[in-house]
């Protein structure tokens, strides 16, 4: 069994930056793939970045130059820099961790961003 905890969420001016962390408890064997998701209220829950075991990044076009996902493999961490932020962003954002039939998903973390 595989524990998400995310931290690093607030509220942020226009403009502003964040940086999300995601720290994974037990064993992560098999884990192919970790990425954040945020929800909009009234919205779908949307895939913003991923990074797969191999290190290949995936970005939504809406944060492509913006947001950076990295992990340290070391710590079962994954981050998500956030530079130049939108109102737009505001959202609550998941962490998602994938496996060969499993998923594991954290209780996410409010961004809010507005002036």
């Known amino acids: 069994q595989v524990q998400l905890v995310e931290s690093g969420g607030g509220l942020v001016q226009p403009g502003g930056s964040l940086r999300l962390s995601c720290v994974a408890s037990g064993s992560i064997f098999g884990i192919y793939a970790m990425g954040w998701y945020r929800q909009a209220p009234g919205n779908q829950r949307e895939l913003a970045a991923l990074?797969?075991?191999?290190?290949?990044?995936n970005y939504a076009d809406s944060v492509k130059g913006r947001f950076t996902i990295s992990r340290d493999n070391a710590k079962n961490t994954v981050y998500l820099q956030m530079n130049s932020l939108k109102p737009e962003d505001t959202a609550v954002y998941y962490c998602?961790?994938?496996?060969?039939?499993?998923?594991?998903w954290g209780q996410g973390t409010q961004v809010t961003v507005s002036s």
């Open positions: 998602n961790f994938k496996g060969w039939g499993l998923e594991y």
């Open positions: 990074i797969t075991s191999g290190g290949s990044m």
